[in-house]
């Protein structure tokens, strides 16, 4: 039990490990996402580049 906001903040001894723990956690959440959208942006880049490269190859190349 706490008995006051800065108890609280403390955490028993343990305010480094617990703040440090739940912020990469937080960095994690907030990275992931970005990470995969920027990952899929790339892929689609891709499958579009290949796309018209065969439909130029079926062109005949001219």
Sequence with gaps: MWNS????LA????ALY???S????????????L????RNRVIIRRLQQERLADQFD???GN
């Design 22 to 33: 739940f912020g990469v956690c937080a960095a994690v959440l907030l990275i992931e996402p």
């Design 18 to 20: 617990v703040w440090s």
């Design 11 to 14: 955490m028993g001894g343990y």
């Design 58 to 60: 079926k062109e005949g």
């Design 5 to 8: 906001p800065e108890d609280f």
């Design 35 to 38: 990470s995969i959208r920027a």
